[in-house]
């Protein structure tokens, strides 16, 4: 074996298909029973709809590089992602555009109009020298529909107060002073033609690359646990940093999801694929109907069952899977330590989102990986 690679998401499998690909052995282990990380989806058993496991995936970049990579291992769909929001009983476009501002204002604002009023309602607050979620928020698009889309929303889903919050998480949502409610700004969006496990098991399958599953690399009982491989073999590592280091500079907080799944004898529950609820007295953040992601599956998309997501939101404890960095200011300094830490592993290289502590979507994790294999493994 040239090289260990722990963990099998898009991080993982792709220092693990560029290693394979220049010749080396590469073992790939996950403790989950399946590869694919969070990007992993599934057929629901009944109803053949594909559903992502860990919640929604919706692919898009403007990276060039990444968008040839990913498309040598599948086609993608002209799937374009738009998601709505049903505030006090009304159903608003997302994310906040002029239609949403002219909805929810009763009005019909042309963008000059809307864009002074907004600016007259973000009072003091300069979204370019926000420091906070909070500041930047209302910076952006005022106060009134700051409270309306945002602030509950981001209390459920976060459950940390947006001042403590990093304005970047915020700053991932447009804001528009058009009708186009497009949800993501990116050249390329879609989704994988025929799943986004295919695409995964192509990226996997290859002579030089094996994966052994249900493997955990701190559990000493297996032969490539993490006292048997550092030092002997380079090793690539995906999981959650803190857990790496036994927790030594402290935890940084996670965020988990807990998806309450639902097989409904109707054709169609909401009529797209992603409805918010940013209110503060649903308890959920969001319902996915996945049907609507592959509307051109048109058997499975014509009939009288559908399958749906309510997602709940909570911090996560050592048993659960960390989705999501928090990163509040205490989890930054935290994460100092243990960058200071990494960088005396020798040969243990520290990558995903979960081993660098960010929230990365996948073309991010594809693009930072293959980096990683381009100036420094290779
Ligand atoms: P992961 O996919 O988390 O893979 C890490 C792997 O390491 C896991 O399989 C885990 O089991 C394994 N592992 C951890 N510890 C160990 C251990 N001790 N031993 C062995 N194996 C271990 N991105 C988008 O682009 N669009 C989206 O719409 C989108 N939606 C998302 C929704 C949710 C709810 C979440 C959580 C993420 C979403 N993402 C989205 C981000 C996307 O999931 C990540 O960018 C991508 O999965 C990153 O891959 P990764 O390899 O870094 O991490
Ligand atoms: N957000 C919000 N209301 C919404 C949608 C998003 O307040 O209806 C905020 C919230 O803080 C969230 C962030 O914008 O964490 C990023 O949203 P995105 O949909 O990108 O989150 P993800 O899909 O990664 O969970």
Do not use: C
């Amino acid at each position: 074996m040239d090289l260990l690679v722990v963990g099998s998401g898009f991080f993982g499998l792709t220092i693990a298909e560029r290693a394979a690909a220049a010749g080396r052995k590469v073992t790939v282990i996950d403790r989950r029973h399946h590869i694919g990380g969070n990007a992993y989806s599934e057929a629901e058993a009944t109803t053949g709809i594909e559903v992502h496991r860990y919640g929604a995936h919706l692919f898009h970049t403007s990276n060039e590089t990444v968008w040839e990579y990913v498309n040598r291992f599948t086609t993608f769909t002209n799937y374009q992602h738009r998601v709505y929001s049903t505030h006090k009983g009304i159903v608003y476009p997302l994310p906040i555009n002029l239609g949403t501002i002219n909805q929810f204002f009763n009005a019909a604002y042309t963008p000059a109009e809307a864009r002074a009023l907004v600016a007259e309602q973000a009072g003091e607050h300069d979204p370019q020298k926000a420091q906070n979620l909070e500041e930047r928020g209302i910076g952006l698009i005022g106060r009134p529909l700051f409270e309306a889309f945002i602030r509950d929303y981001t209390a459920k889903q976060w459950q940390t107060d947006a001042k403590e919050l990093p304005a970047s998480i915020i700053s991932r949502l447009p804001v528009r002073y058009t009708y186009d409610n497009r949800y993501f700004n990116d050249a390329h969006e879609g989704l994988p033609t025929d799943g986004y496990t295919a695409w995964l098991e192509r990226m996997a399958d290859h002579p030089n690359i094996e994966v052994q599953l249900n493997v955990d690399y701190f559990d000493e009982s297996q032969p490539l646990n993490k006292k048997a491989t550092v030092g002997q073999v380079p090793v690539v590592y995906t999981g959650p940093v803190d857990r790496y280091f036994d927790y030594a500079e402290g935890e940084l907080s996670w965020r988990t999801i807990d998806l309450k799944e639902e097989v409904l004898d109707i054709a169609d529950f909401q009529g797209t694929s992603v409805m918010n609820y940013p209110d503060a007295d649903v308890p959920f953040t969001r319902i996915h109907e996945f049907k609507h992601f592959h509307p051109e599956r048109t058997e499975i998309f014509n009939q009288e069952k559908t399958v749906i997501h309510r997602e709940y939101s909570r911090f996560a404890t050592r048993a659960d899977e960390p989705y999501y960095p928090v990163n509040t200011t205490a989890d930054r300094e935290g994460l100092l330590a243990y960058r200071e830490l990494a960088k005396g592993e020798d040969g243990v290289h520290f990558g995903g989102r979960l081993g660098t502590y960010q929230y990365l979507d996948m073309h991010m994790a594809i693009g930072s990986a293959l980096s990683m294999w381009n100036n420094t493994l290779s």
